[in-house]
RNA sequence: CGGGGCGUAGCGCAGCCUGGUUAGCGCGCCUGCCUUGGGAGCAGGAGGCCGCAGGUUCGAAUCCUGCCGCCCCGACCA
């Protein structure tokens, strides 16, 4: 403590201390803002080539960037809204190690189940590591540790930090990078109906999150995933290349990411007398649409038979299960995970499949199967149907007239199939409609997964010991910068929302050789700054062109211009980036004119 | 990991198939002149282990082998 009196003069504080009244400076020909004419090659994603042409990233190695100045200043705007908006849920910050150890992680049983994307590795003393790609396990170590009675809770503890995960494949440059930074939270309460309440709190407190960073999402019920659990939303910003399907009603309010989307209405089950089976010649007649056309039916009467190799649930083993669909149906492998409570399940590729059953692809079908030990499952549909068409399980030939139960026993029936355009919507059977989202936030009711396993317990009123009930919550602070990008841009660049812009306004010197314009520039960017501002002063030795296109690269919300017409007319001109408004004012207008939009913005989004 | 593609100056690319003079173009960068409301013009200039390592050859950016890296399509996820 001593030393501090060496740093004499100098007042102990912190760079985000708010009492530290230290203006930066912000004159473009001193920042560090590298922006790009042409596109890397590199770059395929709207958002991944801004970024990267306006200067915001760089990329080190595959899925790893650094965050330059101005992708930082992006990044910390999102960060503060949602400390803000967590803190004002009632939960705190703190901030755990990267490094784990693998221990912790066996005692979930996560080291070995969590596959490739947990990067392991040994410390100079052998010890196993990995580095953290999440925080249950250690957050749920802390807490055991702390915290032993009904009185310390609920509590929720959040945490804003670089997480890796070592991806199969990243992609598309901050929307899926390996190292990312993610705002994890975690919750801790004495029965399910009070993680309920800190459930909701959550959800509430993602809703005003995502609209004061002025994006336009939906909230949608999703699979719980690895992490376990039994209850879940994802928060979806909506933009064409995102990576997931959503359903929406358009009616009710229901909506769900495909891999989730219920099939409520049951199908009638057919009424039409069960006929005698018959073996028809098919020959090459292998896909769908052309058995159908031979056989002169429609697909919804042929049952399509796919082999999965299944990893997990019971058993370590891989084993194979044969999934029965309609010819016009999907299987949504997500679905099928769940139902069979399996780890991985894979399509069998063609040869697999013929190894597995001596079958080639195109004449499976479900007879015979049970004999060879093979797992059957249905779809609702299957079971509803009858005298469909299946692959005869010899070359060349498929069986008509087929029917469920009488010919051929299925181990589990169940909801297996995607969700498509014409199916009703399952709450209230109104009219469906797809989307596609990026997934900005996932949130989730773990109930006591964890706590068991790791033995996190408390003791209640009644006096008995018993597990946490826990809910975790995450966010992608640096992929919400990619989705913000991803949905607001134009063919000139970023059209950042006020919230997030690097800075609010740029103010363009376009007359560095005028003492006039020159004056006038800095003073009004001194008085901007005064007013609370962020601006950025644009006073590099570069032609107009340059600075237009590189205010408009950049995404910033508001451009004054200060030129020509100030001598000849004595105004500035103010420029909205989003719609391309231009107002003229005298230069003393400027800053009120300023303050009164950026408010405008604020609320305007407050009222989401 | 499976499938496809690419590594040549800071960025975008040509050259490679059909080996052979000093490896080229555009942008950017430096100097000077000129220009100044939508990425100007002229003149001069700097900058290259042709991804790495082997091999073939009198001779390799170019042909062969191996490795490394990156991007795109699928399984994963904030």
Known sequence: MAMLFFYSGLPFTTDHSPSLKVKKQMRYSQTFVPTLKETPAEADVVSHRLLLRAGYIRKLTAGVYTYLPFGLAVIRKVERIVREEMNRAGAQELLMPMVQPADLWRETGRYEKYGAELLRFKDRHDRESCLGPTHEEVITDLVRGEVRSYRQLP?????????????????????????????????????????????????????????????????????????????????????????????????????????????????????????????????????????????????????????????????????????????????????????????EVEL????????????????????????????????????????????????????????????????????????????????CGGKLGQIEGIEVGHIFKLGTVYSESMRALFQDHDGREKPLVMGCYGIGISRIVAAAIEQNHDDNGIVFPVALAPVQVIILNLGLKDATIVAAA???????????????????????????????????????????????????????????????????????????????ADSAVQEQ
């Open 348 to 427: 069998a590729e063609d040869q697999e499949v013929f190894d597995i059953t001596g079958v080639p692809t195109g004449y499976l079908g479900p007879i015979g199967l049970n004999g060879q030990k093979i797992k059957v499952v249905a779809d609702w549909e299957v079971a509803a149907l009858h005298n469909f068409v299946v692959g005869a399980g010899e070359k060349n030939y498929h069986l008509k007239n087929v029917n469920m139960e009488r010919d051929f026993e299925v181990a589990v029936t169940g909801d297996l199939r995607q969700i498509a355009g014409d199916d009703p919507c399952p709450r």
């Open 155 to 343: 509590l929720n503890l959040y945490q804003i930090q670089n997480k890796f995960r070592d991806e199969i494949r990243p992609r598309f440059g901050l929307m899926r990078g390996r190292e990312f930074i993610m705002k994890d939270a975690y919750s801790f309460d004495v029965d399910d109906e009070q993680a309920s309440i800190s459930y909701q709190k959550m959800y509430d407190a993602y809703q005003r999150i995502f609209s004061r960073c002025g994006l336009q999402f939906r909230a949608v019920e999703a699979d719980s995933g690895s992490i376990g659990g039994s209850f879940s939303h994802e928060f979806m910003v909506l933009a064409k290349t995102g990576e997931d399907t959503l359903v929406v009603c358009q009616e009710c309010d229901y909506a769900a990411n495909v891999e989730k989307a219920e099939i409520k209405a049951r199908c009638l089950e057919s009424r039409e007398p069960m006929l005698a089976p018959e073996r028809v010649a098919t020959p090459g007649k292998r896909k769908v649409a052309a058995v159908c056309e031979f056989l002169g039916i429609g697909p919804e009467l042929l049952v399509k038979t796919l082999i999965y190799k299944v990893t997990g649930g019971e058993g370590q083993q891989q084993y194979p299960v044969a999934v029965l669909v309609r010819g016009d149906r999907e299987v949504q492998e997500v679905k099928l995970k769940n139902l069979l409570q399996a780890a």
């Open 522 to 600: 800095e003073l009004l960017y001194t008085q901007l700054q005064d007013q609370g501002l962020e601006v950025l002063l644009d006073d590099r030795d570069e032609r107009p062109g340059s600075k237009f296109k590189d205010a408009d690269l950049l995404g910033i919300p508001f451009r004054v211009t200060v030129g020509a017409r100030l001598v000849k007319e004595g105004v500035v001109e103010i420029r909205h980036r989003r719609d391309g408004l231009t107002v003229e004012l005298v230069p003393e207008q400027a800053a009120d004119y300023l303050l009164q939009q950026i408010a405008a």
